[in-house]
């Protein structure tokens, strides 16, 4: 399943910029068991959640590898 990819990479680069689950939910303001459901696959993220995990953890979209275009 393609959200388990994103979610895996999610998980790996919030625990590299040294965030838990609860804090990094805090400054996404969102609940963490939204972030679980989206780190273990079970919730779709939105695009808007996708550029505010890109930009909060520094890194682009592409790297999450949730996107097919340029």
């Known amino acids: 399943m393609e959200t388990d990819k994103w979610g895996r990479r999610i998980r790996a680069f ?3 910029k040294g965030y838990t689950q609860e804090s990094f939910a805090r400054e996404l303001g969102i609940s963490v068991s ?3 459901e989206v ?4 919730r779709m993220p939105t695009e808007t ?5 890109s930009s ?15």
């Open 14 to 16: 919030r625990k590299l």
């Open 49 to 53: 959640l996708l550029k505010e995990i």
């Open 56 to 70: 909060l953890l520094d890194i682009p979209l592409e790297e999450i590898g949730c996107l097919d275009q340029p």
């Open 34 to 36: 939204i972030l679980g």
């Open 39 to 42: 780190e273990r696959g079970t």
